[in-house]
């Protein structure tokens, strides 16, 4: 079964910490996604990766890095975490589009919280 | 900008009842539409990809249809485990790194 594997399912954190989410696909994916999801405002889009090295942000970059030196792995950083980035993290992986678009999917996410 | 909005935001559905989740979509050019469920504290699960107007997938009890405009989909005398919230996406009309717009979802809930 193809797989996208988060490392945590739950962290606490305190405020200013720098704090890493890996996530690692097994399916030899170009392209690799975070998004933070939270009630009522749905997924939103952090950062995505379209190849090794390769990053470009998403809608909501502010606060975050990411960083992508294998292609099987991209791994989101909070540079110095705040109580405002308590969240669901979701990492998701897929092929690049070609005349049609492929679907995601998904790692279990990572329960974050800041205190 | 590309708009996915589901509706309703939320159903409670007795078992057996059988009812139907909407998706609607502005996008030009679509290259897929994608459901997928999720269930609390998990990641999204897919379900169906629907390319152009008329196709239909079917699993289990769901079935999900597409035309110009929207989605549907149809969930078929739904059982408790059905219980969860059901997500459509749609990618950008262009650009490479098929990102992804989600609808904020529809928590469906289905009681004895």
């Known amino acids: 079964d193809v797989k996208v594997t988060q490392s945590s399912r739950y962290l606490v954190k305190r405020t200013g910490e720098k704090v890493f989410l890996e996530c690692v696909q097994d399916m030899d994916h170009e392209n690799m996604f975070w998004y933070r999801q939270d009630p009522g405002l749905g997924l939103r889009l952090i950062y995505f990766?379209?190849?090794?090295?390769?990053?470009e942000k998403g809608d909501i970059p502010e606060g975050y890095s990411v960083s992508r030196e294998k292609k099987e792995r991209f791994s989101l950083i909070l540079e110095s975490a705040s109580t405002n980035q308590t969240s669901m993290y979701l990492c998701?992986?897929?092929?690049?589009?070609?005349?049609?678009?492929?679907?995601?999917?998904f790692g279990s996410g990572t329960r974050l919280t800041v205190v | 900008e590309d708009q996915v909005t589901q509706s309703p935001e939320a159903l409670r559905l007795q078992e057996g009842e059988s009812s139907s989740l909407n998706c609607s979509y502005t996008?030009?050019?679509?290259?897929?539409l994608f459901w997928y469920r999720q269930d609390p504290g998990k990641g999204p699960e897919f379900l169906f990809t629907?390319?152009?107007a008329g196709e239909e997938k079917e699993k289990e009890r769901l079935k999900a249809t597409l035309t110009k405009k929207e989605s549907f989909l149809h969930i078929t005398a739904p059982k408790p485990e059905d219980s969860a919230t059901y997500l459509c996406a749609v990618p950008e009309p262009t650009g490479g790194g098929n990102k992804l717009t989600f609808g904020t979802g529809t928590q469906l809930k289905v009681e004895l």
């Open positions: 990766s379209y190849d090794v090295k390769m990053k």
């Open positions: 629907l390319y152009s």
């Open positions: 996008v030009s050019g679509l290259r897929g």
């Open positions: 998701a992986s897929t092929y690049p589009p070609g005349g049609k678009s492929y679907g995601y999917t």
